[in-house]
C-alpha cells in the first residue's frame, strides 16, 4: 500500500515558478514509476510527465517539455514537479499516481494540489 500525498501549489502570476511535491508512504517508493497528471476545471484529466523508479527514464507531454521537470529523490520517498513559465492554462489541480512499472496501470493516487496561475 502506498499514500501519496501532494503538496507545494499555490497562486503564481503568469511567468512564474512552482515545484510541487509529492510525498509517498512505505518502503516500496523506490519500485514505483510515478507520474504526474493535471486536471483543469471542466476538462479531462490529462497526462503530464513520467519517471522511472530510478530516475533514468523520463518523459513528458510534449507541449510541455522544456517548462516543466520531473525529478524524484528515493531517499526521500518524494517525486517533484518544478513548473516555470507558468501560463494561465496550466491552472489546474495537479495529480501524482504511482505504477508498479514504467508503462504500467496506475495503483495509487493522491488527493491533488490546486495549482492557479494569474493573468
Known amino acids: 500500500q502506498v499514500q501519496l500525498v501532494e503538496s507545494g501549489g499555490g497562486l503564481v502570476q503568469a511567468g512564474g515558478s512552482l515545484r510541487l511535491s509529492c510525498a509517498a508512504s512505505g518502503r516500496t517508493f523506490s519500485q514505483y514509476a510515478m507520474s504526474w497528471f493535471r486536471q483543469a476545471p471542466g476538462k479531462e484529466r490529462e497526462f503530464v510527465a513520467r519517471i522511472g523508479s530510478t530516475g533514468f527514464r523520463r518523459y513528458y507531454e510534449e507541449s510541455l517539455k522544456g517548462r516543466f521537470t520531473i525529478s524524484r529523490d528515493n531517499a526521500k520517498n518524494t517525486v517533484y514537479l518544478q513548473m516555470i513559465s507558468l501560463k494561465p492554462e496550466d491552472t489546474a489541480v495537479y495529480y501524482c499516481?504511482?505504477?508498479?512499472?514504467?508503462?504500467?496501470?496506475?495503483?495509487?493516487w493522491g488527493q491533488g494540489t490546486q495549482v492557479t496561475v494569474s493573468s
Open positions: 499516481a504511482a505504477a508498479g512499472s514504467f508503462g504500467g496501470q496506475y495503483d495509487y
